[in-house]
């Protein structure tokens, strides 16, 4: 079977606003992951979408800068599906 990469890039910055929320602190957007993570905010809201290419649009380099800004693992950045 043939697997496919794919960006859940909102469901990452979902899990890391409960988490802040727990922590009594505001929610992350995506203007301030972009700014944090020193990228364009339309570069954050073009991984945010569902798109197949995302993924393989995505640098390894964005991918630590935004699993360092939520505090997340790759794998809530990330996920493998069959087709």
Avoid: F, H
Wanted: hydrophobic share 50%.
């Amino acid at each position: 079977m043939a697997k496919q990469v794919r960006l859940t890039l909102a469901k990452a910055i979902a899990k890391a606003n409960l988490r802040r929320a727990e922590a009594g602190e505001r929610p992350m957007t995506m203007n301030s992951l972009a700014t944090q993570a020193g990228v364009a905010a339309t570069t954050v809201a073009r991984l945010a979408r569902i798109d197949d290419k995302a993924a393989s649009a995505l640098s390894l380099d964005l991918a630590s800068k935004i699993v360092t800004v939520l505090d997340c693992e790759i794998t809530d950045l990330l996920e493998v599906i069959e087709l």
